[in-house]
């Protein structure tokens, strides 16, 4: 494989080269190849012939041999002694003789002088029953006297005419000493058979060496499957044998065969049985495998040196034409490739003198280059094309990733309202059985109370059950201002009018160390909603922006118009701190009832629950932004009332009630109702201080002229009748008016003037202003008339205070 | 002893010829068999002529002790000899001779006694030595009688040279003729 890669990286003359020379030496290769088959199949002919015609010769030769030995033979058997010496013996043999020395000893005389003169390497007697009487042979005598030949069908029918003659002119003799292959003659007195003369002659070495000279191959003598004598020593193997015997199955024609790695063409001349049947045959063997070598091997040398001067030539004259035709070619590509190196189009390549194939190719390319030209001019317009779409695209795709977005944050604010409606589906349910219940424990304690001594224990531990149910039912109202389920009372209104109608009363909850911004576009749409329960949502927002700023900052309170898609006006709401801001977690479910980061004690988790109640049912939304370390916003949308406002429809209430400026002292230990009250009094026009203990409104009382001192009974340390104590000693003529969510027969053990004005809680702001209006008047009156002193009965109202979150 | 010859077949002309060369003989030494002198020395000689080649006749009986002439009566020389037993161990050889010589030999032993001539090797002989003079060959009509023999059992020998000896055992009382007939398969193929 490296080799193929290799010729492929050469260059095209290289490989032309290398082609006529590869292709040449097959061609050589092949024709050498078809040359060997043709001489082998000829010589392999030539080869059969020969033999056959030597099988002949050779057969003739055994005819010829066997005539003569049967020619000597007739010659002993004429012998007077030899022939009397049988007919002695057969005729002694036949009155109990047995074979006397004498006459054995007197033919084997015989057959020795016989031996002399006759071409014969063995001689036997046998007498007329086949039996060795007398034999002598030239390297001594190799039969035993008395041995049977009778089983050698040319003893039988020498002794018996009558029995078959052998088929071949010859028997061979199977002696102790090796084969011979034999003539027998009859031995024949008066025409009566006296027994049989046996001529041999040696089937060994000598023999087969000299068949070899005359046929001019290889001889092998086998008897049945086994090699008795060769010509060559080397053929004398048992895998020789075997072949030899396969051949003779085929018949007395020459075949070819397979001996080691040599093919031989071999044919077999039958010689006769041995006298226990096994056939004795010689065969010639010439090696065609020799034969043709002794052809080729000139012829290859030949080949080679004609071969490697036909792929010499071939490969010169490969190179030859490969300068010739590849020349111009590589003329041409380098000019083209300095023209393509300089990056400019060159002039054209001068192809005038070259072949045709050239000036074609130079044609071609010159076309080529034409058409590469205009295809290039037609791509930079479309590419120009291309550029701009891409602008468009890559706008539509911007503008598409910009309402995806927008599509995701309104998907997660549906899911965050449907969470939130859940809930408060939930809690509404809830907070509606909690009121029965509270209700009934409210209203069952009350009753036991009422039966109740009211200084025993008994009485005070109802009324903690009573608070607590006042508490329970606060709470239980909070829930279903969340869940929508309160009622209201929407008036058409100035967002703004609102805002800045609360803001007085927020720069106090703030604090000082807090700045409160406030704008507002103008004139500014007007919406639809609850006033009261809007305050106590900017009052919420306001008191968890405060929460969120410990270490000051600003607070920022924007109304503005919003016009959306629908060509419907919105108004917006924002309320902004530069607080701590809010994870997303805390972000995530800041709506939810009981959720606060407050805390224990400090909230109760359901200020922004009521915003976001209040909100939903006025027909809004609210959404928070926050981000941690730089601030929250909420921003609460509300659709712009499309009537014209009437702002005298609901908001007589508040005009009715009864105004005053007087000032007005509050001492309250609960923020919400200090807040609700102090707010109260201000929209009416008092100017109102707050304390939240007895020491901060004795502290105030020395610094500013009161004129109503509003007090809580039950505080912490100094309840509120001690402080109006302290405070009427240094102020007789201040109108004290007290404040308490405790019955009236509670507070018997603060002992207090019957005299007093006592306000129950909770109270609504009506009640509120109602009463001190009313204190103040009657206080005024009883100054004017020196007497009376009124007690003004209060109900439980059903709003109650804010608590912000 | 007399011999009547049973009426035999026509034979043929070579049965004929053949059957002078049988002999029928009685077994048995001179001790069991007492002949007179007379017949004993007419029966002590012999000739076998050398004729046309050939050994004439072909079969020569005698009695042991006889002296066998082999004349040659042909114009070629002639030689006798014998590798028998019967004539001692080295069989003998009398020799080439021209026609009109004759040589001859006697025979100590009884046996069969081959006799061939050494320059023609078809020719032969058979000098039956016997050992005592009971023995015939066949007349004119082919009957073979053995005239005087005494009474006694004995064992009666058909011989042919061509064949193993056919024998029978016969009771001979003086005074009778006793026929013994003899079945001799002469052998095929004779051609002499």
Known sequence: MALLAAIRRRSLSAKLVVLGAVVTAAVV???????????RANTRDVLTAQLARNQHTLQQLQTRDAQQLLFAASLIVGTPRFEAALSTYRLESYTGGTRRVELVRTV??????????????????TDDSGRVFASAGRSGSL???????????????????????????????????????????????????LGSLVVGRRLNAAFASDASVASDAAVVLTAGDSIFAASDGALVKNSVASTLQAAAVSGPLATTVRIGRDEYVVAPVNLGETQEHAPVRVWMLQSLTQRVGALTAPLRSDFVFYGALAVAIAAIGAAIVARGVLGPFRRFVVHMRSGAEAQHQQGQFDARDEALEVRTLNESFNQLMDSLASRRRELEARSAELVA??????????????????????????????????????????AHDFNNLITVISGYTQLALMRTDQTSPEAEDLRQVVEASDRAANLTHQLLAFSRKQVLQPTVLDLSDVVSGIAPMLRRIIGEHLVLRISSDTPLARVRADRGQLEQVILNLAVNARDAMQGGGVLTIETANVADRADARSVILTVRDTGIGMTHDVKERVFEPFFTTKEPGKGTGLGLSTVYGIVNQSGGTIAVDSELAIGT??????????????????????????????????????????????????????????????????????????????????????????????????????LVIYMSGYADEALSQYELDPATVFLRKPFTPAVLARTVRSALDTARGARTQSNAGSHTGSHTGSHAGATAD | ??????????????????????????????????????????????????????????????????????????????????????????????????????????????????????????????????????????????????????????????????????????????????TVNFNIPLPQGGDR
């Open chain 1, 29 to 39: 290769s092949v024709a050498f190849w078809a040359l060997e088959v043709e001489i």
């Open chain 2, 1 to 178: 002893m007399g011999s009547t010859p049973p009426p035999p077949p026509p034979p043929s002309e070579q049965m004929a010829a053949e059957l002078h060369n049988v002999v029928i003989y009685v077994d048995g030494d001179s001790t069991k068999l007492p002949a007179d002198h007379e017949l004993i020395d007419a029966r002590r000689r012999g000739v076998m002529s050398q004729r046309g080649e050939r050994f004439t006749p072909h079969v020569v009986p005698v009695v042991v002790g006889a002296t066998v002439e082999f004349p040659n009566d042909d114009d070629v020389y002639h030689n006798v000899f014998s590798l028998s037993g019967a004539a001692g161990p080295q069989g003998f050889d009398l020799g080439r001779y021209p026609k009109g010589a004759s040589r001859s030999i006697t025979f100590t032993r009884s046996g069969t006694v081959q006799v061939f001539c050494h320059i023609h090797s078809d020719m032969s002989g058979v000098v039956l030595v016997l050992p005592n003079p009971f023995f015939a060959s066949p007349d004119d009509a082919h009957h073979f009688a053995i005239d005087a023999v005494p009474e006694g059992t004995y064992t009666v020998v058909g011989w042919h040279d061509r064949i193993k000896p056919v024998t029978r055992r016969v009771h001979v009382t003086a005074g009778q003729t006793t």
């Open chain 1, 633 to 734: 916003t909420f921003t609460i949308t509300l659709p712009a009332a499309e009537s014209v406002p009437c702002p005298d429809a609901d908001g007589a209430e508040p005009s009715e009630l009864p105004r005053g400026t007087e000032t007005i002292l509050i001492v309250e230990d609960a923020e919400d109702v200090r807040i609700l009250t102090r707010r109260t009094l201000e929209e009416r026009g008092y100017s109102v201080l707050v304390a939240r203990n007895a020491d901060e409104a004795l502290e105030i009382a020395t610094v500013r002229e009161i004129d109503v001192l509003l007090t809580d009974i039950v505080m912490p340390r100094t309840s509120g009748p001690q402080l109006v104590n302290k405070y009427l000693a240094t102020h007789p003529s201040t």
């Open chain 1, 389 to 430: 779409a891409n602008v468009v695209l890559t706008d539509e795709i911007s503008e598409r990733a910009r309402v995806e977005q927008a599509l995701r944050e309104s998907q997660a604010q549906l899911r965050q309202s449907q969470k939130l409606e859940a809930i408060g589906t939930l809690a509404g349910g809830i």
């Open chain 1, 143 to 193: 039969l035993r006297n008395g041995a049977s030949l009778f089983a050698l069908a040319a003893v039988r029918h020498a002794i018996d005419p009558n029995a078959p003659a052998d088929s071949g002119a010859m028997a061979v003799l199977r002696t102790d000493s090796g084969f011979v292959e034999v003539a027998v003659y009859p031995v024949v007195q008066d025409g009566f058979t």
């Open chain 1, 108 to 125: 084997e005389d015989e057959l020795r002088n016989s031996l002399r003169s006759v071409d014969a390497d063995l001689l036997v007697a």
